[in-house]
T-cell receptor, first 117, second 116 residues
């Protein structure tokens, strides 16, 4: 199974709402990522988890709150978002650099298309 | 920080022809991975091809091949016999074994159009 799943596929939320994005993988990867992507732009790194611990936070506003409940799951909690936060949110996983790397690549989920109104 | 540069924002190719997408990168590391990812419109990002820096032989996957020039820090992607399904954004990416080794660095992407 080389699949990363994300739910929901689409999400529309108001600026006062609280919602969560979910991501799951069963490849045994110990590194998991959240990216934000605008149209025709590269993914922009938000957070990296390594062995369920937050290892990289790219100065993301606190209205985005990541959580890694276990080695297979990654959540992104959203609160009081702004219209400029509308984007495709991608989850990815990879073998952690501390292991043998495997094939080194990242596997991406299909993304959640978020619209903030 | 490592940087990845794709100097061609847009490219086009006739169906069945060959096209080459360029990528250069900057690093002081000797051991690293390079990747080409494809993202069709409104579809999932998938890996096209990978290259380990220690391997001198260029990677090949069916119609896709790379020209890896380690000294020049160049990593171009050649698509042969282009098909309509090859139309997508293509991102070059880099990963190494430093303390930020769980971080992937992406180029700005090349939008490929395939003309029937």
């Amino acid at each position: 199974d080389t699949e990363v799943t994300q739910t929901p596929k689409h999400l529309v939320m108001g600026m006062t709402n609280k919602k969560s994005l979910k991501c799951e993988q069963h490849m045994g990867h110990r590194a998991m990522y959240w990216y934000k992507q605008k149209a025709k732009k590269p993914p922009e790194l938000m957070f990296v988890y390594s062995y369920e611990k937050l290892s990289i936070n790219e100065s993301v506003p606190s209205r985005f709150s990541p959580e890694c409940p276990n080695s297979s799951l990654l959540n992104l909690h959203l609160h009081a978002l702004q219209p400029e936060d509308s984007a495709l949110y991608l989850c990815a996983s990879s073998q952690d650099r501390g292991l043998s790397w495997g094939n080194g690549e990242q596997y991406f989920g299909p993304g959640t298309r978020l619209t903030v109104t | 920080a490592q940087t990845v540069t794709q100097s061609q924002p847009e490219m086009s190719v006739q169906e069945a022809e060959t096209v080459t997408l360029s990528c250069t990168y900057d690093t002081s590391e000797s051991d690293y991975y390079l990747f080409w990812y494809k993202q069709p419109p409104s579809r999932q990002m998938i890996l096209v091809i990978r290259q380990e820096a220690y391997k001198q032989q260029n990677a090949t996957e069916n119609r896709f091949s790379v020209n890896f020039q380690k000294a020049a820090k160049s990593f171009s992607l050649k698509i042969s016999d282009s098909q309509l399904g090859d139309a997508a954004m293509y991102f070059c990416a880099y990963r190494d074994d430093t303390n930020t080794g769980n971080q992937f660095y992406f180029g700005t992407g090349t939008s490929l159009t395939v003309i029937p």
